[in-house]
């Protein structure tokens, strides 16, 4: 826990710092503040912190290693690169439109088959499409911030796929992404993990919030709509996690 923290702590110095240089963080920008940005930290002083983060991050991994063996450290060395490629470097994953893609791998597949992996000493095909819907919904997250700043991604040459692409792909692909998470458990019950019936009730309360957050999107204009959508949409994530988990434990 403390290594996936560490580097999702660590990402997000990278995003301000290189977000900021980019010059993709203006005052045009609608949404959450940003550190260096808003000037209350200095860019040396975020990159000395993101350094460090990802530093204590590594030797925190590497503790992992009697558990899950040395490959684990292959994972946990390209969760730290593309934590900083993600903005920075010489080819910027998020503003080439792969920030989707790599936000699905490395919080969903990476993020639970290894966790998996270093308890059970194996991954299971069940252990796979429980990651699935998580990857996907952390990706909401991500689409909810790249729909909130279109204007100002583009104007600052970020290639967003909301930019390339435009809203409406972004309002399907949200969607999508609660489709497949409440569509998972029924795949999870068909390999026999836990009964159906004891979730019944959490999951009609699950897609009657997922529709909700659709509509949320779909009507967003202002920056207090988009920062409620945007808490929403994580603290959605966390509540399915731990409602699919509890349920995976009980059955």
């Keep these: 826990m403390a290594f996936a923290l560490l580097i999702q702590i660590g990402t997000n110095f990278a995003n301000d710092y290189f ?14 503040r940003r550190a260096v940005a808003s000037g209350w930290v200095t860019p040396a002083a975020m990159r000395n912190a993101m350094t460090g983060t990802f530093a204590v991050a590594f030797l925190v ?19 730290i690169v593309c934590g900083i490629a993600y903005t920075g470097g010489p080819y910027p994953l998020g503003y080439h ?25 194996a991954v299971t095909a069940a252990a796979v499409i429980a990651a699935v819907p998580i990857g996907a919904l952390a990706v ?29 792909f972004s309002r399907q692909q949200f969607a999508c992404a609660h489709a497949i998470a409440l569509a998972a458990p029924f795949f999870l019950v068909a390999h026999g993990v836990a009964s159906l ?3 019944t009730v959490p999951l009609a309360v699950l897609g ?33 996690a731990v409602v699919i988990s509890f349920w995976i434990v009980s059955g």
């Design 19 to 32: 977000d900021f240089r980019h010059g993709a963080d203006t005052a045009e920008r609608i949404g959450p």
């Design 61 to 79: 991994g590497l503790t992992l290693l009697a558990w899950g063996g040395w490959w684990l450290l292959a994972v946990g060395l390209a969760s």
């Design 97 to 121: 439109g792969l920030g989707d893609v790599f936000v699905f791998l490395f919080f969903g597949l990476i993020a639970v088959c290894a966790t998996y992996y270093v308890q059970a000493g």
């Design 140 to 168: 909401n997250i991500l689409v909810v911030n790249n729909y909130r700043d279109v204007e100002t991604d583009r104007s600052a040459g970020k290639r967003t796929l909301a930019v390339r692409w435009g809203r409406s």
């Design 197 to 199: 019936a004891t979730l």
């Design 208 to 240: 009657c919030v997922a529709v909700c957050q659709c509509v949320m999107l779909r009507r967003a204009e202002t920056p207090e709509d988009f920062l409620q959508l945007l808490s929403h949409t994580g603290l959605y994530l966390a509540v399915y």
